[in-house]
């Protein structure tokens, strides 16, 4: 018994077929957003591995048009961004960190890329207050060391010493805020 009568090629029609293709298409689009987004990112790390840097950003920014939520796509994409040392890319990667922060709060790779990325712009309180973010959610010795360098940079070398010595807190053998300390 048949529910769908045979229907020959010719009686659908090419338009209705092309629209049928298109809403296939589109659906399977809809459905693997996740999927298509970490193959953008896997095709963007080709790039960078064959230091074609622009085109892996683009990749990366692609990414995160199918998922925003790919946390992998948001960290390269600000990383890379900064390795760049262009003020545009820098600024680019501060607002795409903030936006994915806004949804994502406390992510620690996404706080550190966008506190470095403030640093190289000069923007030292809010680097310190990201680093320090950063290491409020997962322990990170490196981000309390980079939170007393952006304090000294400002002027305040006793905060930089506070921070140097909480990142020691947390990991007593350190080396960076030994050093730091030792210096200052």
Same mark, same amino acid.
């Given at each position: 018994m048949r529910f769908w009568p045979k229907l020959q090629p010719h009686a659908i029609g090419r338009a209705r077929r092309c629209v049928l293709a298109v809403l296939g298409?589109?659906?399977?689009?809809?459905?693997?957003?996740?999927?298509?987004?970490s193959a953008l990112v896997v095709r963007g790390d080709e790039m960078l591995y064959m230091a074609r840097t622009?085109?892996?950003?683009?990749?990366?920014?692609?990414?995160?048009?199918?998922?925003?939520?790919?946390?992998?796509?948001?960290? +390269?994409?600000?990383?890379?961004s900064?390795?760049?040392?262009?003020r545009t890319a820098l600024e680019d990667a501060v607002v795409l960190a903030t936006s994915f922060l806004r949804r994502h709060n406390g992510n620690a790779t996404i706080l550190m890329d966008r506190a470095l990325c403030?640093?190289?712009? @000069?923007?030292q309180r809010a680097a310190e207050l990201d680093f320090v973010r950063?290491?409020?959610?997962?322990?990170?010795?490196?981000? &309390?060391?980079?939170? @007393?360098?952006?304090? &000294?940079?400002? @002027?305040?070398?006793?905060?930089? +010493?506070?921070?140097?010595?909480?990142? &020691?807190?947390?990991?007593p053998d350190y080396t960076p805020a030994e050093k730091a300390l030792r210096r200052r």
């Open positions: 298409v589109a659906g399977a689009a809809t459905i693997l957003r996740p999927q298509i987004s622009a085109r892996a950003l683009v990749l990366y920014h692609r990414a995160l048009f199918f998922d925003p939520d790919n946390a992998a796509a948001a960290d +390269r994409y600000v990383f890379v900064m390795t760049t040392h262009r403030n640093r190289s712009l @000069g923007r950063a290491d409020m959610e997962r322990k990170n010795a490196a981000a &309390l060391v980079f939170a @007393g360098y952006a304090a &000294l940079r400002l @002027g305040d070398p006793s905060r930089a +010493r506070h921070w140097w010595r909480m990142s &020691l807190n947390e990991h």
